[in-house]
């Protein structure tokens, strides 16, 4: 798995941050990755969904992603979590 | 072709297959491969049967096992029976191939003939539509009910006299309507695709293929002298795997 995509998931930089995730952690199942198989960002494709909460702590231009304005919002199972999103963020891989 | 909406408002609905082919391109259709293939297959340009949707990525398949690697190639489609595909309207197989303009060579006393040097009989433009790029019917398209010979016979009249020099051009499936308003398709006729999948082949007869996609909406540029190049057509999934199902 990308160290992008994992970073998304499981790492939180701040003691605020671990503590929030630690909490939701206790009222809710810790996800699981839906397609862990895929093994990076090249492999996922040159488009990937993920939650608004994760969209805002992607890198993306770091990693050569950009939003498509023509579809602002969309609905799918998060490439990060798999966690389905009526509101998720479509990035698509700049050429 | 892009995607453009859905009929029943709301975001796209975006998932994950395995691609069971090459794909060069995005913004291409895709259908369930059946029996014995594997992954989605990029629908033909004359059949499209059992479609998931339209793709948003490219893909280069590899199925050998390779070491620390996954070798399936996952590709992110639009799966929403009810979406609207967007694709530009090419005069030939080949993609972007300007569409063929009729200049009126005898004109039109009471706007229920279009008669161009092209041949609307070959191929059959019959039960189709025209619109007007230039002269005094320029943006306004009217079904081609019948023919007369290679000319265009019409019910509903074009608005105004046809002169000997107006353009039109015809498509393979009825519209009627303005460009100020809209123009839209209003029979059960299916495209056929080009050879890359992305875009409309308007240089067919009408309705002798079944690609499961009916015209919705005929998209025409703000300058109709781009007609022949940037008029588009906004299409609706007619066998949808998620929809109506698998015809056959």
Redesign the interface.
Known sequence: MSAAILRLVQFEKTPRGRAKLAQQKSTRPRHTLV?S???DLA???????LTKDEARRFNHSAHNYATNP??P?????S?ASGEWT???I?F?RKE | MRYSGRLGGGTPTILKYQAGENMAIAGVPVEIAGSGGYGLQIVETTTAIGVIGLTLDIATVANSQAANADTERSISVIVNPDAIYRALLSGGSTSSTALTEGTEDTGSSNGLLVSTNVDYSSPAMDETGIFGTSGANAGFARKITSLSGADAVLITAFPMDSAVGDKFIAVPFSISGSQATQINAMDKQFVELTGTWDQVNAAVAVDTDNVNFLPLRLILPPDLNKARTQTFVDLINYDHLYGAGQLA
């Open positions: 397609g198989h895929i093994a492999i996922l494709g040159k488009a990937i969904v023509k579809l919002c969309v609905s799918g199972y490439d009526s509101e998720g479509l698509l």
